[in-house]
Structures are given as C-alpha cells and as structure tokens.
C-alpha cells in the first residue's frame, strides 16, 4: 500500500497539490504516460474534483468521455478512497474491451490525489455476456496487462514526486523552526544580560538617587525603543501624582505635571500589572485616560515598596501603536522587581539572598556570582545547582571553576560543552562589584545544545 505517513503531514499537502497542479508537474507526468502508452488520462483530487485535463488522442477522448459511466466511478474513488487494503482497482465497463481504472495516493492514510485510466483492450476474447458490442474505430489500443501495468507505474512515481516534495517541505519547516527558536535563545540572552546590567547599577548605589533611578529607566526606555518611562508617587487616597523620576527619548516630551489631582488619571492607581495597546479591549474611560496621558499604548507595573507609600512604573509609547510582545511584559516585570526589592530598604546582603533569589530562580539559566579573589561561589541559583551538586546542598565550586573559568580570563560571551551532561551551553561572564565592594564573577549559563544540533545537521 502507498502511504507517505513518514514523509509529511497532512497541513503541508493541499498547499502542496495546488503548486503541482499550477506548476503543471501533474499535466507533464500525465502526458509523458500518454505518449508512452494507448491510454486516457485525468488527475482528481480527495474530492474528486479534476486537477487536469482528460487526455489522450485529441480525435479519441471526446468519444471516452461519453462512454465512462460517471456512477461506477464515483462509487470506485469512493471505495478506493475508503479502504485500507487496496490503493488501485481496473473494472470491466459496459462494454467489453473499455476497462475503467482507479489509483489513489495517500497521506496518513488519507486519500489525496487520484488517477483515473481507460483503456480500449486489443486482446478482449470474451464478448459474451455483455450489453454493447466491443468498440471499433479506436487507434489508442492497450492491453489489459499494459494498462494494469501503466496505472500502477503513474501511481508509484506520483507518490514519489510527494514524497520528495513533501520532504523539502518538512526540511524548510524545520529550518525555519531552527532559525527562529536561536533568534529567540539570542533574544532572551540579551535580555538576561540587560537584567544584569540593571541589578548592576542598583547594587552600586546604596542610597538610590535620583540620577541613579533616572538611569535605570533609561536603559530599560532605550532597550525596549520606548518613549517615556516614569516612577512616581500617588500619596494618600486621592488622585494626586507625584513624580519620582522620569525619562523620555530624544525628541519627545510627556508633560506629566509633578503633582495631578484629576479623576483622568485613576488608572494611573492600578492594584495589579496593566498593559493597553492598540490591540487591548479598553473601555472607553480607558481610552479617554490614555489620551489624556498623550500615550498611545503602556505598561503600568505597581512597585511594592512597603511603608515607602504606593509607587508605579509607566512605561509608555506616544508616537505610535504598540503591540507588547509578551517577553517584553515579562522583561519589564523582572526590571520593576529589581527596583522594588532594592527600595524595599533590606540589608543588601538579604536583598540578594532573599528578594532577588526571587528573580534569578527564574531567569530561564543556570547563574552564579564567584568571587574573583578566591573563586569562592557567593551565591548559586537552584539551576546552576542542578548541574553540579553531587549531593543535595554540596555545590562542588572545583567542578564550577573549572568548568567556566574565571570571569577576569574569558569576560563575555562563549560556548562550551559540559562532558557529564553531554550538553552544549552559552555562557555569559560579567565582572561586577559585589555588595562588599568586592570585585565578583556574574556568570549565565544557557543550554544550546538544541542549537548546536541543528546547526550540525545543516553542515552535514
């Protein structure tokens, strides 16, 4: 039985058929068999709908086409179409020398594209038992033998045509598959190290000054090509707005009063993360708030400072419509959680331990902080534990050294292969200042082994 079940799936065939039939592939092969052999032609698909032309002998096919009983082959497609035992089946007609064949290919065991054979025989000898005298006046002759033969042969070779066309298909596929899952590891190593980079600038100021936050939010407005991104302040229960801090991009002014006492700008108050863009389904006092702040879409996060007050970040776009992809949300999530645990006022030593544990836990990559005087692991998510505990609670920092250097020798970005694991990773050093003053190691690591596979596999 022809079945291409390994070849392809089921999604890739239609649009796969209409390029063949509009290619002309299907009419070429149907007429190389009519040159070949005394034999009518047509090709349909799992409906039955022709995708060519009958052919033949121009003088001859007219005359066929009356003669083929429409009913008996539809019942043939269909019970050929059905079966899970027969792909082709060659019928006697009313007519003693014209014989009707069906040849199906199949899909996952579905039916896909169908040949439909006639043959006028030269070799018929009974002639009994039939209601019409054999036909005369035909030069398209055929055996039954040669007919059985060429609908059998037009069957395998089309099957081979989709096959070979349905893996190409499947191989671009992959590739692209390939290619946009490494665009999208790069994406979020980049944003890993732009985390980094943002704890980095936090744990260097003890105090948070103002020139600090203003930083901080504008590496995030510049990373995520925003317009305006704001810390601010709403005291007490009214509406009042008090700005902490606030960035715009070049060429662009929000003029966001330092104090707004307005009900336009309740939803400046939000209880919980809200994103509006062009694409959200906003009520209309959403759409007059977000006109009145001059924004077109934003992100407002609350920042959970404790007896600090109620305080927010707004990250907006002015200029035009924005649709936030969701590792965009998420990234501003993780920024705000950095900044809201570093003004929560903890020690920094419970900071890093406790609150940011929180973040690093789940950054999506194994990551550690060694100190570059000793090589001593100062802190280890449970990823990065994963791979090199021997033992619950026995990070081996021997294996961990070792394995990834020092961040002094090989600052920034490289591959390696982990030989226990048998897995490949990108590894990420950074050198930073830790929260003693202390020069130290932030060292991401990042499983590419899927990566390096296919990058493998297109070589060869």
């Not at 006639?118 to 070799?123: A, E, I, K, P």
């Not at 596929?173 to 390939?178: E, G, I, K, L, Q």
């Not at 190593?189 to 943002?198: A, V, Y």
């Not at 305006?228 to 003029?255: D, F, H, Q």
Request: one cysteine or more.
């Amino acid at each position: 039985m022809v079945n291409l079940e390994r070849a392809g799936g089921m999604q890739d065939v239609a649009p796969l058929i209409q390029s063949l039939r509009d290619g002309g592939v299907l009419e070429n092969l149907q007429r190389c068999f009519n040159k070949m052999v005394n034999v009518f032609l047509y090709c349909v698909d799992k409906d039955g709908f022709p995708l060519t032309e009958f052919s033949g002998k121009e003088e001859e096919v007219a005359r066929i086409k009356e003669l083929i009983d429409r009913e008996q082959l539809q019942n043939m497609l269909a019970r050929i179409g059905e079966s899970t035992l027969e792909d082709q089946a060659i019928e006697t007609t009313a007519y003693p020398n014209l014989r009707l064949a069906v040849a199906t290919v199949r899909v996952e065991g579905k039916p896909v594209i169908s040949w439909v054979g006639c043959g006028v025989l030269f070799d018929e000898e009974d002639l009994e038992d039939y209601e019409n005298a054999p036909l005369e006046d035909f030069t398209s002759l055929i055996s039954e033998r040669q007919l059985a033969r060429t609908i059998d042969a037009l069957r395998d070779m089309t099957d081979a045509l989709l096959k070979e066309r349905l893996s190409v298909v499947n191989a671009q596929a992959a590739d692209r598959r390939s290619r946009h899952l490494e665009k999208e590891m790069e994406e979020k190593l980049i944003r890993e190290q732009m985390l980094s980079q943002l704890m980095q600038v936090i744990l260097e100021d003890r105090e948070l000054k103002e020139n600090t936050l203003f930083k901080y939010l504008k590496m995030i407005g510049e990373f995520l090509e925003l317009s305006v991104a704001a810390l601010y302040r709403t005291p007490g229960n009214n509406n009042c707005i008090e700005m902490i801090s606030k960035w715009c991009a070049k060429m662009v002014t929000w003029e966001m009063e330092e104090a707004v006492d307005s009900p336009d700008f309740s939803l400046l108050r939000t209880e919980k993360t809200l994103v509006l863009s062009c694409k959200s389904m906003m009520g209309a006092k959403e759409k007059e708030a977000i006109q009145a702040l001059g924004l077109k879409a934003l992100i407002l996060i609350p920042v959970e400072t404790g007896a600090l007050g109620n305080m927010y970040a707004c990250f907006g776009v002015k200029e035009k419509d924005r649709v936030w992809e969701l590792s965009e949300i998420r990234f501003l999530s993780d920024a705000v959680k950095i900044l809201q645990y570093s003004m929560a006022g903890r020690a920094r030593n419970d900071l890093l331990e406790a609150k940011l544990e929180r973040i690093l836990e789940h950054l999506g990559a194994a990551l550690c902080v060694r100190s570059l005087k000793t090589g001593d692991i100062l802190y280890a998510n449970s990823q990065m534990r994963s791979l090199f505990e021997k033992e619950p609670g026995t990070l081996d920092e021997r294996d961990v050294n070792g394995l990834l250097g020092l961040a002094a020798q090989a600052e920034g970005n490289r591959e390696l292969y982990y030989a226990q694991k048998k897995r490949w990773y990108d590894l990420h050093n950074e050198e930073i200042e830790w929260m003693d003053g202390s020069p130290a190691s932030l060292s991401t690591l990042r499983d590419c082994t899927g990566r390096k596979r296919n990058a493998r596999k297109k070589t060869t």
